[in-house]
């Protein structure tokens, strides 16, 4: 079963991404902050990441900055509102993210992009 690593700190959208998620049959680890999510990414074996960006503790960015050094095999799609969209954007692309979506999002889309990045 594949594992998926959700840093969310919106509970709404964290458990909306988390049911649809194990829905389609993946294994979940939900954390709520960027401190959780480092630990989280240090500790589980992941078969992909989903980051929000504007998260407490320590930023998206950072997130993907710190999986990068540690776990350069593993995706991350990373999620964001619109204003926060363009620089952010290319950053996390520059760093290596395999996908973007903006908020908010349809889950049926998210887990049609999960299902792609997992695939191949």
Same mark, same amino acid.
């Given at each position: 079963m594949k594992k998926i690593l959700i840093i969310e700190d919106d509970l709404l959208i964290s458990s909306l991404v988390q049911f649809r998620l194990k829905k389609d049959g993946y294994d979940t680890v939900l954390v709520k902050d960027g401190n959780a999510g480092i630990i989280a990414i240090d500790t589980e074996t992941l078969d992909l990441i989903i980051t929000d960006v504007m998260i407490p503790f320590k930023n998206g960015i950072e997130i993907i900055h710190h999986a990068r050094k540690t776990k350069p095999e593993v995706p991350i799609i990373v999620l964001?509102?619109?204003?926060? &969209?363009?620089? %952010?954007?290319? &950053?996390?692309?520059?760093?290596?993210?395999?996908?973007? %979506? #903006?908020?908010?999002?349809? #889950?049926?889309?998210?887990a %049609? @992009?999960?299902? @792609?990045?997992?695939?191949s």
């Open positions: 964001s509102s619109l204003g926060e &969209e363009e620089k %952010i954007v290319l &950053e996390a692309f520059n760093l290596g993210v395999s996908d973007f %979506i #903006p908020k908010p999002f349809n #889950p049926n889309e998210l %049609i @992009r999960v299902k @792609r990045i997992l695939s």
